[in-house]
């Protein structure tokens, strides 16, 4: 299964579908020779945008036209149908978890403190916003206190599978399920859980006021969320920008017009709007990755 990503959603907001085409056709052709793949990608880029001028163009469009859309969420393919099972089982789980502590050991050094931050209290109603591989997942899920529960969302019905798979592992499936569900959409009754937490997840998504709206509005007052995310969003965007002339400074305010993650400033103000006040922030900079930053906020009483 192939993702765009949320720049490149941006974009091509206005013919997503036929760039998710052609990047699918990219990976057909090019399966595992990275190399020539990107080659052919940034060839693409050129040839639909052309040039800065164009590229900002397209900012500006979405700046004003695009926004929250309906989600589709990812379909499965019968080729995929042996993993979906797969990824739900405790066999999967234990290699997840051994991949998170071996991270959390290396350059991952924040990610048993987040799982910290997260599990603030005994008896918690606990959501996350992207089970992705299942590092957040783990971090929550091997630190969770007595009463608690963790429901893990992903609009990737495989990524859910693997905070199934890590709750079989540590034994505690009774309190941890895997839930497809749209970040801006959330279904959950206003004013329901104790905190919601997020893994790199807005690093990854579009409309991040919208997401931290809705984290607002699912949380009872004095309920707590809790990220991690890149300090600068220049190292997960920088394939996209240089090519057009695109200075590591201009990323920040660039991406703070389309509503991608910014960076931290950006992310404390748009939580602040939505009614989240910041209680802690703590950056880490590991040898060999890039820069991140655990936020923690509290919605008002």
Known sequence: MLFTMELEDVLFFRSRKAY???????DAKYHGDDAAYTAA??????????SREGFYARIGDYELNGGVDVIEFVPLRREDLRDFMEYSTAENGKRRCEMAENI????????????????????LAILEL???????????ASQLRPGSTLISTDFDPMCIRNADGIAKHLGIQERVAGLLANFWRLPFADESLDAVCTHYALDEARENPSILAEAARVLRPGGRFILTARVNPWDRQRKF??????????????????RLQCGPAGLIEWAA?????????????PGGSHARTVLQFQKAL
């Open 241 to 258: 920008l240089e090519p057009f002339g695109i200075a590591r400074e201009e990323c920040g305010a660039l991406l703070r017009r389309v």
């Open 20 to 26: 998710a085409q052609f990047k699918e056709a990219l």
């Open 130 to 140: 992207g089970s992705g591989a299942g590092m957040g997942a783990w971090a929550v």
């Open 41 to 50: 990608q940034q060839a693409y880029l050129q040839e639909q945008i052309g």
């Open 104 to 123: 959390a050991n290396g350059w991952a050094v924040h990610l048993r403190e987040y799982g910290r931050a997260v599990n603030y209290a005994e008896g």
């Open 273 to 285: 709007q939505a009614g989240l006040a910041l209680l802690d922030r703590t950056d880490y900079t």
